[in-house]
């Protein structure tokens, strides 16, 4: 079974953490891959770095240039990432936009993760019908979940339709935004992780988008699965070391 | 051979809309109406009577006779540098904002690179009594002083980009980042043929109206509504897919789409996308780019600020790659002589980036009976400083 899968049957909330590879150096991919677990962290979206991120915040983007300068390419992160199953057991996803692996070839891009150990794969500006027509048996050949994004005013169908292409999660965009926008969450964001989880979906549900402190964290977690935190941590390691991964993680419990 | 949009939002292989699930929404809300927009007889009556009291159309084809003289053969230029704002961006403009109106949306928001598509927008908001902010590349704002000027004085807000290169591509992802992030009120004015359907479309139906005035326009005067060739220069290609449109079909009518160059095909500092671009995706469209090996996007170059894009609207790519229109790339020096000598042929002074179009006529022989299109997308006023710094007037 796909590590997501059996990941998603344990019987607690979820922390997942993206981090975009490349940065702030080069050769930090593995070391806080293997940081993150260590600290208990239980999935990890590992950002493969875009040239125009149109989804992504300053601190996102920002990163990105800085890993491209660095160096890093998709091919290069396959190579970072060859031996990563020989000390990581969390599931593993890479996100990424999709010209890079258009460009890469998708079916090529897909073996590569399958070799190295990849899980799932979120592509923001990969659209539903394309997914559908053109790439779900790639995927499944390679034993790869897709994850699709839902914002507060994706329709109903829509979500039905995203549930039934899926077999893993749903990454639930927190709120109208791109990421590391947001600070807290209002009423609106309260009232949509409601509505979302009254749908009773077949998938469940992690968050992200804005979150970026223990209390942002537990309200995501309330009504769904888990959630995710990208532009902030970005932001920490930054300025700190890896090694100070573990205490960045307990604050968000403590 | 079909030109036009199929249902999906395609040209053959390119177009589309690879777009995050957080614009879906509002690029789903204009696709399903702008085509009833567009064809209802209210917008209709409406577009037109802007068109023609407020942008000046129809803007005149006029025979060039001593430009003429010099190539040897019939030259017509289509004078969309007499619109109003001194280009034909405000075509665009005109019918956008009255589809935004439509929409219910109240606020507007823009990319421009020299600025002459901010401009545009801000006069239409400015007309329309709408909140508009335009994204400008940080290094465009210090290069295009007075349009930044002429789009505050029409009551637009001006915001730096500030991320990546700081040009054109990266205003455009401020201004997607901006609808991203306020879904609900606001509507993005795309200046070209570019970004996830219906947009390409759309825009090409506004500036459509250039071929149709040449038809009309050219039966008049010649007796016959199709020209031998049509050339207009491509950046994303908007003022070319307005003059090629109502030939598409014609196969009689050679088209030819011209490129910058800028310092050479092979310098390393070009916007030739046809001949340097490889399929991709860019601002949510499947289409032909420049990128790294890796799908980087990369920087082009062009001295001409409006040529300056790293891609190419879909239905470009796919007239390029069904071979409909010829591609023809031509460099900075070029243009620049061909635009002085439109100057002292015909007394017209051309933006830099309607002078690539012109350059055309020194590296193609015409036969003297043909009848020759060259879309004038626009004045050169805005390029007066580059003009002078080059020729050191």
Known sequence: MNRINLKLQENKKLLSIYFTAGFPNLNDTVAIIQELEKSGVDMIEIGLPFSDPLADGPTIQESSTKALENGMTTKLLFEQLKDIRKSVTIPLLIMGYFNPILQFGVEHFCEKCAEVGIDGLIIPDLPLTTFEEEYKTVFEHYNLKNIFLITPQTAEERIRKMDSLSDSFIYMVSSSSTTGSQNSFGDNQKNYFDRI?????????????????????????????????????????????????????????? | ???????????????????????????????????????????????????????????????????????????????????????????NTIGQILVAKRLGKTRIIAETGAGQHGVATATVCALMGMECIVYMGEIDIQRQAPNVARMKMLGAEVRPAT????????????????????????????????????????????????????????????????????????GGGSNAAGAFYHFLNDENVKLIAVEAAGKGIDSGESAATSVLGKIGIIHGSKTLLMQSEDGQITEPYSISAGLDYPGIGPLHAHLFDTQRAEFIAITDNEAMQSGLNLCNTEGIIPAIESAHALAVLETRKFKENDIVVINLSGRGDKDLNTYIDYFNF
């Open chain 1, 197 to 254: 989880a009254k749908m009773e979906l077949k998938n469940p549900q992690i968050v992200g988008f804005g979150i970026s402190d223990k209390a942002t964290f537990q309200q995501a977690i309330e009504r769904q699965k888990g959630a995710i935190i990208g532009s902030d941590f970005v932001k920490f390691i930054s300025q700190n070391n890896i090694a100070n991964i573990q205490n960045y993680i307990n604050n968000l419990f403590i």
């Open chain 2, 163 to 234: 991320s990546g290169s700081k040009t054109l591509k990266d205003a455009t992802n401020e201004a997607i980042r901006d609808w991203i992030n306020n879904p609900t009120n606001t509507y993005y004015i795309i200046g070209s043929v570019v970004g996830p359907h219906p947009y390409p479309d759309m825009v090409a139906r506004f500036q459509s109206i250039i071929s149709d005035e040449i038809k009309q326009q050219l039966f008049k005067k010649e007796g016959r509504k199709s020209p031998d060739y049509v050339i207009a220069c491509v």
């Open chain 2, 1 to 91: 051979m079909n030109y036009q949009v199929n249902e999906n939002g395609f040209y053959g292989d390119f177009g589309g809309a690879f777009i995050p699930e957080m614009l879906y929404p509002n690029v789903e809300e204009l696709r399903q109406n702008y085509l009833n927009y567009i064809n209802d007889a209210d917008f209709q009556s409406e577009f037109q009577q802007l068109l023609k009291d407020y942008v000046g159309r129809p803007t005149p084809l006029y025979f060039a006779k001593r430009l003429s003289e010099k190539y040897n053969t019939k030259i017509y230029l289509k004078r969309e540098d007499l619109c109003h704002t001194g280009a034909h961006k405000i075509n």
